[in-house]
């Protein structure tokens, strides 16, 4: 097994997350903000995201913005 897919099955889902019910982080933010851009996707964000939330929106930004 890879180091790469060592690393996705150690991955947990953000709804398991501890922490994961606690505000989005400044730097969620600003990737998201970031990855809006990069995908040419009009974006909006809710300050009122948490972590969770956060992430899992990341993943789909990243899907549209073609980002690895």
Do not use: C
Not at 42 to 60: Q, V, Y
């Amino acid at each position: 097994m890879s180091t790469k897919e060592s690393a996705a099955n150690i991955q947990k889902d953000p709804d398991d997350w501890v922490s994961g019910d606690q505000p989005m982080t400044d730097a969620q933010a600003s990737y998201l903000q970031t990855l809006s851009e990069q995908a040419q996707q009009p974006f909006t964000l809710r300050k009122d995201l948490t972590k969770a939330e956060a992430s899992k929106l990341i993943d789909e930004m990243r899907k549209k913005a073609g980002v690895k």
